[in-house]
């Protein structure tokens, strides 16, 4: 019996493509989520949107929360360590969610480094903004990615930005002939090994969700038109004016993202979206989408 | 979903997405894939899948399901669970190997598919187990204690993931139920499609 293999580990999350993984902070958001459909529920502390707005320091949530949290829902739970922070990853391994997203929504612990996610058993998500943080990303062991948004925003212009990003750079590569694929993971200081996968195979190697920004149903099916294989909702539902209402119509638009008269459907009368943030207007030592290395 | 279609072309017949109950009209065949159960009981619920696939399942069309999709189908489920089809006469116990941390891979032999005496290599996720079955149940596949492949009728059911594996002889398998099915073995081409509910 092999535990922790990288088919077992990128095999979660292919069964969680198609699905809308939701941002929970407690047990009552948490059923919400699951009722609506959510594939898999988020813990952490506070949304995207508060830690935003209230500062300090943003870490994994507690313990207490996320067990609870595991016990109230069948559907996976995942839970958030901070970028480099490998101690609460081994806390959160112990605890037996079922994946680990090292975020960067959360403070940095590590201006350096990120985990290396090799040595753990229980799989990570790792956010990216370009193709060459992907492939970082999975050189050190990510079995899944999404790309980041700009979280807490409920502004999906950067998690369009990122998510063409990747996809126009993974069909380039896939257009080069061997003898450039060397320079090709210089210019995008990504590992050669995981370049010449994406060249051959003319895709990403892991399933890549879409993050940061998702604050409506038109939303969420915008990015899996571009090429999402699922989305993460974050403060765009649990910050709007009916939640259970919006999440259930985030869920049906992702399953149905090319059928814009079922989006208009669960559109109508959702009450007030999250009210959102112009990017242009965060300074740029505020934008979380630059925190990884 | 998308392993199963790829699998499923690999070995030469045609599948497709179902997303809604009318896209079952006309199928030879149907996977229920992976997926997390409660959210395929919801899916079911929602898009009103359920007389459909009962429809299905009852005239004969042959019905493969792996893992959530075996829990959907089970008749006895341990555990909390929505409301499932009741197909396949046979008690499954959910997570029965655990939660993520313990899912795993291991070499399994699988009776009745091509080359049997060769290993197949089975990928269990958050697997479930089937504990009991009725007695027109023909066991495939035992781990352990437990059942993790079996068929009854023109339903089979795998506790774990063929498609996540380059071997592609239990779709094979299943092509054959589907294929005796519709009668003209090897000559017509089978339209197989694929379930997203």
């Given at each position: 019996m092999e535990k922790g293999t990288d088919t077992v580990k990128r095999g979660l999350a292919e069964m969680l493509k198609g699905g809308v993984i939701m941002d929970v902070t407690n047990v009552e958001h948490a059923r919400i989520a699951e009722e609506a459909g959510a594939v898999a529920v988020m813990a952490l502390e506070r949304v995207p949107a508060d830690i935003r707005a209230s500062g300090g320091v943003a870490r994994m949530a507690d313990p207490a929360v996320i067990e609870g949290i595991m016990e109230a829902v069948t559907i996976p739970v995942m839970a958030k360590c901070r970028i480099g922070h490998f101690v609460e990853a081994q806390v959160l391994e112990a605890m037996g969610v079922d994946y680990i997203d090292e975020s960067?929504?959360?403070?940095?612990?590590?201006?350096?480094y990120h985990v290396d996610?090799?040595?753990?058993?229980v799989p990570f998500v790792c956010g990216a903004i370009n193709l060459g943080e992907a492939l970082r990303r999975l050189g050190e062991g990510a079995a899944m990615l999404r790309t980041k948004g700009e979280a807490g925003t409920g502004n999906v212009v950067e998690a369009v930005r990122h998510m063409r990003a990747i996809t126009g750079e993974v069909r380039r590569l896939a257009t080069l002939?061997?003898?450039e694929l060397m320079s090709a993971a210089k210019e995008l200081r990504a590992p050669y090994e995981e370049v010449v996968e994406v060249a051959r195979a003319g895709k990403l190697p892991v399933v890549n969700f879409s993050a940061g920004g998702i604050a409506t149903p038109a939303d969420a099916a915008l990015m899996m038109q571009l090429g999402a294989d699922g989305v993460f909702v974050g403060s765009g539902i649990f910050k709007s004016e009916e939640p259970a209402v919006r999440a259930r119509a985030i869920v049906r638009a992702t399953t149905h993202f090319e059928d814009p008269e079922l989006i208009a459907e669960v559109s109508s009368g959702l009450g007030e979206a999250m009210r959102g943030l112009e990017i242009s207007e965060i300074s740029k030592e505020n934008l979380i989408q630059f925190r990884g290395w | 979903m998308s392993e199963h279609l790829a699998m499923i072309e690999e070995c030469g017949a045609r599948g497709v997405e179902v997303k809604?109950?009318?896209?079952?009209?006309?199928?030879?065949g149907l996977i229920i894939p992976g997926g997390e159960s409660t959210t395929i009981g919801k899916l079911i619920d929602e898009y009103k899948f359920e007389s459909a696939l009962l429809e299905l399942g009852a005239s004969g069309v042959p019905v493969f399901g792996t893992c959530a999709g075996l829990i959907v189908m089970a008749a006895r489920v341990e555990g909390r669970h929505g409301p499932g089809l009741r197909l396949a006469d046979v008690g499954v116990r959910r997570n029965a190997f655990g939660r993520q941390v313990d899912s795993f891979e291991e070499d399994i032999v699988v009776r009745g598919?091509?080359?049997?005496?060769r290993p197949f290599r089975a990928v269990f996720i958050r697997a479930p187990v089937i504990e009991e079955a009725g007695a027109g149940v023909e066991v495939m596949a035992r781990f352990g204690e437990g059942v993790v492949m079996a068929r009854e009728d023109n339903y089979l059911l795998s506790a774990f993931h063929p498609e996540l594996t380059g071997d592609g002889r239990i779709h094979d398998y299943f092509l054959r139920m589907v294929r005796e099915s519709i009668g003209g073995i090897g000559t017509r081409r089978s339209i197989k499609r694929d379930s997203e509910v």
């Open positions: 960067e929504v959360l403070t940095p612990a590590d201006e350096s996610k090799h040595r753990f058993r002939p061997d003898e | 809604r109950p009318s896209g079952l009209d006309g199928v030879h598919i091509e080359d049997e005496g």
